[in-house]
């Protein structure tokens, strides 16, 4: 095909690649899209996507870019597209230890890039589970969230600077990184979670943190939800804002945990409806620093505030990790929600958010309400509570499908009674749309598809994602 | 019966290392440092053995700095009973040889009259693999190493070691030096009850001179050095290529 001649003459043959070598691209990690693009291009440099853009454009063929391919909405399904994987573009090319940032192509696994500025005594808070495959471009171009947000934002707030090419094959260099730069629209966000459908992101520039000499991590046994925001807001207090992460997982999670993964065990003593996975961290030399009897002070605070709790009946018991092993057997815990909640043909899965102080009211709503229309199916949730963000989803007591929508529009219908969000970090792409079409201000929706057909008029990047179709509605 | 277990503060094992920029050795500013990970199973087999009924006291010992009382309190949040710092520097970065550490444990032992030491197979820090064969031989103990399973049978043991290519079961006679390895058990979580309730539990602080042990070292640290980078890979285009690649190496 002509197309595909002119790409291989600009990348090179070996990096478009079709039929069985392209198998890894024919669906993504949850299984649920299956698709057979035109060909899969693998550029080297922003040039190439140039290349690649223009051709396409020229020849009206759909582009859809793709990194890690671990996103959980089918944002990168590609049914006679040319995807374009940036995995060539890994490159980390610079990072600058004392203006705190990073310059890195977004091919660049997330992982990867944590352990390039470790090296410097920094950090890129940005941390889930898919973080040793998922890219940095489609966690711009997704605004992934994950289980530091509490303090160090989402990815669009760990962005100062952006290069995307263009349907068209333009460069918009973007490559920013002040702070400070109020010179009309930043346009930087419109890429930011528009899941490849406005342009092709190749570069970046990141912001980097200064690495925590000390962390402390916890699990803490609750009797009720209620009890949460009381034990955040005081350790907030008492560590000066140093609450890292607050996750919480309901009893069956435990359970479950425990019966999926091998070797897997029971955080406490006794069980309890309310775990929360806490971490606190200091970049304070002397929070290192031990008592009189031998703790280092950050985790003095954490303990004399949680005996405090519990000795007045506001938490039930806790575990402080007592070592770096320790501390990460805690987090693989949690970090294993994406194994044990996927592979269930017909649940209905869910990326809410609510505000801080409606969890409680969701989660007690959403019970009552499924109870009337599948009494036999099953609730399964966990939570980023520190920002009222909520993975809830629903197990339906059979396998046909019928309950997926009433389910949905249930869910729905209380996120948007408690003023809350149908998805707060996994973004739109094809599974969310249906709800964009719902429930999403249609103001806000008409400009939305102004802004994507001004910047990719032929329809192009990404096509069928995100936005819902005008007659949908 | 009381347990005695000897526990080192060394550097996390997950943090990453860094040698001092003069190869004078490794830098411990700031780093976060745990109870060495073989230690923390000879603590938790000590624990088990007063939950089965077969010991009536935990003492746990450590010999280093002042900070080591940490690496003490966390044994006594496990379940030890109580604790002897040995104060032997005040600098994080001095090592105090193995020999020397045996000394001191053997001074500890003359006092405490154990039926039995639980102590890790190594240190991960410094890897001798030394302390508890030397303090068999300072005591005339009977010793078992290298320990993934434990019976204490009265006056004797039943002790299950890991050698090189599998498993030695041997009888040792009690009171006995057993060093243990990674799979003798999995070590608790400390609970913040039990974590508050160790900083009541006693700890004696001792030094050296006290126990009338001389710890100057005797062996010199020539030179410390990273390990060698690993020489980066290829990327091969195809199956055919990559054979003809590990053809070239000899590989295959």
Same mark, same amino acid.
């Given at each position: 095909?002509?197309?595909?001649?002119?790409?291989?003459?600009?990348?090179?043959?070996?990096?478009?690649?079709?039929?069985?070598?392209?198998?890894?691209?024919?669906?993504?990690?949850?299984?649920?899209?299956?698709?057979? #693009?035109?060909?899969?291009?693998?550029?080297?440099?922003?040039?190439?996507?140039?290349?690649?853009?223009?051709?396409?454009?020229?020849?009206?063929?759909?582009?859809?870019?793709?990194?890690?391919?671990?996103?959980?909405?089918?944002?990168? %399904?590609?049914?006679?597209?040319?995807?374009?994987?940036?995995? @060539?573009?890994?490159?980390?090319?610079?990072?600058?230890?004392?203006?705190?940032?990073?310059?890195?192509?977004?091919?660049?696994?997330?992982?990867?890039?944590?352990?390039?500025?470790?090296?410097?005594?920094?950090?890129?808070?940005?941390?889930?589970?898919?973080?040793?495959?998922? +890219?940095?471009?489609?966690?711009?171009?997704?605004?992934?969230?994950?289980?530091?947000?509490?303090?160090?934002?989402?990815?669009?707030?760990?962005?100062?600077?952006?290069?995307?090419?263009?349907?068209?094959?333009?460069? +918009?260099?973007?490559?920013?990184?002040?702070?400070?730069?109020?010179?009309?629209?930043?346009? %930087?966000?419109?890429?930011?979670?528009?899941?490849?459908?406005?342009?092709?992101?190749?570069?970046?520039?990141?912001?980097?943190?200064? &690495?925590?000499?000390?962390?402390?991590?916890?699990?803490?046994?609750?009797?009720?939800?209620?009890? $949460?925001?009381?034990?955040?807001? @005081?350790?907030?207090?008492?560590?000066?804002?140093?609450?890292?992460?607050?996750?919480?997982?309901?009893?069956?999670?435990?359970?479950?945990?425990?019966?999926?993964?091998?070797?897997?065990?029971? #955080?406490?003593?006794?069980?309890?409806?309310?775990?929360?996975?806490?971490?606190?961290?200091?970049? @304070?030399?002397?929070?290192?620093?031990?008592?009189?009897?031998?703790? #280092?002070?950050?985790?003095?605070?954490?303990?004399?505030?949680?005996?405090?709790?519990?000795?007045?009946?506001?938490?039930?018991?806790?575990?402080?990790?007592?070592?770096?092993?320790?501390?990460?057997?805690?987090?693989?815990?949690?970090?294993?929600?994406?194994?044990?909640?996927?592979?269930?043909?017909?649940?209905?899965?869910?990326?809410?958010?609510?505000?801080?102080?409606?969890?409680?009211?969701?989660? &007690?709503?959403?019970?009552?309400?499924?109870?009337?229309?599948?009494?036999?199916?099953?609730?399964?949730?966990?939570?980023?509570?520190?920002?009222?963000?909520?993975?809830?989803?629903?197990?339906?007591?059979?396998?046909?499908?019928?309950? %997926?929508?009433?389910?949905?529009? $249930?869910?729905?219908?209380?996120?948007?009674?408690?003023?809350?969000?149908?998805?707060?970090?996994?973004?739109?792409?094809?599974?969310?749309?249906?709800?964009?079409?719902?429930? &999403?201000?249609?103001?806000?929706?008409?400009?939305?598809?102004?802004?994507?057909?001004?910047?990719? #008029? %032929?329809?192009? +990047?990404?096509?069928?994602?995100?936005?819902?179709?005008?007659?949908?509605? | 019966?009381?347990?005695?277990?000897?526990?080192?503060?060394?550097?996390?094992?997950?943090?990453?290392?860094?040698?001092?920029?003069?190869?004078?050795?490794?830098?411990?500013?700031?780093?976060?440092?745990?109870?060495?990970?073989?230690?923390?199973?000879?603590?938790?087999?000590?624990?088990?053995?007063?939950?089965?009924?077969?010991?009536?006291?935990?003492?746990?010992?450590?010999?280093?700095?002042?900070?080591?009382?940490?690496?003490?309190?966390?044994?006594?949040?496990?379940?030890?009973?109580?604790?002897?710092?040995?104060?032997?520097?005040?600098?994080?970065?001095?090592?105090?040889?193995?020999?020397?550490?045996?000394?001191?444990?053997?001074?500890?032992?003359?006092?405490?009259?154990?039926?039995?030491?639980?102590?890790?197979?190594?240190? /991960?820090?410094?890897?001798?693999?030394?302390?508890?064969?030397?303090?068999?031989?300072?005591?005339?103990?009977?010793?078992?190493?290298?320990?993934?399973?434990? !019976?204490?049978?009265? !006056?004797?043991?039943?002790?299950?070691?890991?050698?090189?290519?599998?498993?030695?079961? /041997?009888?040792?006679?009690?009171?006995?030096?057993?060093?243990? !390895?990674?799979?003798?058990?999995?070590?608790?979580?400390?609970?913040?009850?039990?974590?508050?309730?160790?900083?009541?539990?006693?700890?004696?602080?001792?030094?050296?001179?006290?126990?009338?042990? !001389?710890?100057?070292?005797?062996?010199?640290?020539?030179?410390?050095?990273?390990?060698?980078?690993?020489?980066?890979? /290829?990327?091969?285009?195809?199956?055919?290529?990559?054979?003809?690649?590990?053809?070239?190496?000899?590989?295959?």
């Amino acid at each position: 095909m002509e197309l595909l001649d002119q790409i291989r003459a600009s990348i090179g043959d070996k990096y478009v690649v079709t039929r069985q070598d392209a198998q890894a691209w024919t669906r993504d990690w949850t299984d649920v899209y299956h698709w057979q #693009p035109l060909a899969v291009t693998r550029p080297a440099n922003t040039e190439e996507v140039q290349a690649i853009a223009r051709a396409c454009f020229a020849q009206n063929i759909a582009m859809v870019p793709v990194g890690g391919n671990t996103g959980l909405t089918g944002a990168t %399904k590609a049914q006679d597209a040319i995807m374009i994987s940036l995995d @060539r573009m890994n490159a980390i090319r610079e990072i600058k230890p004392n203006a705190q940032v990073a310059i890195v192509e977004s091919g660049a696994v997330l992982d990867s890039i944590h352990q390039a500025v470790d090296d410097h005594d920094l950090v890129f808070p940005l941390i889930f589970g898919a973080r040793g495959s998922a +890219m940095i471009g489609g966690n711009l171009s997704t605004n992934a969230g994950g289980s530091n947000v509490l303090r160090y934002g989402n990815t669009r707030d760990l962005c100062l600077g952006l290069e995307v090419v263009l349907a068209d094959g333009q460069v +918009m260099n973007l490559m920013s990184e002040l702070r400070k730069d109020n010179t009309g629209l930043n346009l %930087k966000h419109m890429f930011i979670g528009a899941e490849g459908t406005l342009g092709i992101i190749t570069a970046a520039v990141l912001r980097l943190y200064r &690495k925590p000499l000390a962390y402390v991590t916890a699990m803490v046994g609750l009797r009720q939800l209620e009890d $949460a925001l009381p034990l955040l807001n @005081r350790l907030q207090n008492e560590t000066g804002g140093g609450v890292e992460a607050f996750e919480f997982m309901p009893r069956r999670y435990i359970e479950r945990h425990i019966e999926i993964i091998s070797g897997a065990d029971e #955080p406490f003593e006794g069980a309890h409806e309310v775990n929360i996975l806490v971490e606190v961290a200091s970049t @304070r030399a002397s929070d290192l620093q031990p008592d009189e009897s031998g703790t #280092p002070k950050l985790q003095a605070i954490l303990e004399t505030a949680l005996m405090d709790m519990i000795s007045n009946d506001k938490a039930q018991d806790a575990v402080i990790a007592q070592n770096e092993a320790q501390r990460r057997s805690m987090w693989a815990r949690r970090e294993a929600a994406a194994e044990i909640t996927v592979g269930f043909p017909g649940a209905v899965d869910t990326d809410v958010a609510v505000p801080l102080e409606a969890v409680p009211s969701f989660l &007690k709503q959403m019970t009552a309400r499924v109870q009337k229309i599948d009494p036999e199916g099953y609730e399964f949730y966990l939570s980023h509570l520190g920002d009222g963000n909520l993975h809830y989803t629903f197990y339906p007591s059979d396998r046909s499908g019928r309950f %997926k929508e009433p389910i949905t529009e $249930a869910i729905e219908d209380v996120v948007l009674e408690l003023q809350g969000s149908f998805s707060a970090e996994h973004g739109i792409g094809l599974s969310k749309r249906n709800s964009m079409a719902r429930r &999403k201000d249609p103001v806000a929706l008409e400009m939305m598809r102004a802004i994507k057909t001004a910047l990719d #008029p %032929k329809n192009l +990047m990404n096509p069928g994602k995100v936005y819902p179709e005008p007659e949908a509605r | 019966m009381k347990v005695l277990v000897p526990v080192k503060r060394v550097i996390d094992y997950n943090v990453k290392v860094r040698v001092k920029a003069d190869g004078s050795g490794v830098d411990l500013a700031n780093v976060k440092m745990s109870m060495n990970p073989f230690d923390e199973i000879a603590v938790e087999q000590a624990i088990r053995l007063k939950e089965a009924g077969q010991a009536d006291e935990v003492v746990a010992v450590s010999i280093g700095v002042k900070q080591n009382q940490e690496t003490l309190r966390t044994a006594l949040a496990m379940g030890a009973d109580r604790a002897i710092l040995v104060v032997a520097t005040e600098d994080v970065h001095a090592d105090i040889e193995p020999l020397a550490v045996a000394k001191i444990l053997k001074a500890v032992i003359d006092e405490e009259q154990p039926g039995i030491v639980l102590a890790g197979k190594q240190a /991960i820090d410094n890897d001798m693999n030394a302390t508890g064969q030397m303090l068999a031989a300072l005591t005339g103990w009977s010793q078992a190493t290298f320990v993934s399973e434990l !019976d204490i049978q009265g !006056d004797s043991a039943l002790v299950t070691r890991e050698v090189d290519g599998g498993l030695q079961t /041997i009888k040792v006679s009690m009171p006995t030096i057993v060093t243990v !390895d990674l799979r003798l058990n999995e070590p608790r979580y400390a609970s913040l009850p039990n974590i508050m309730k160790a900083k009541k539990k006693p700890m004696d602080e001792k030094t050296p001179a006290d126990l009338g042990v !001389d710890i100057a070292p005797r062996l010199t640290i020539v030179s410390t050095g990273e390990p060698e980078a690993r020489a980066a890979g /290829i990327k091969v285009g195809s199956v055919d290529e990559l054979v003809e690649k590990l053809k070239e190496v000899g590989a295959v």
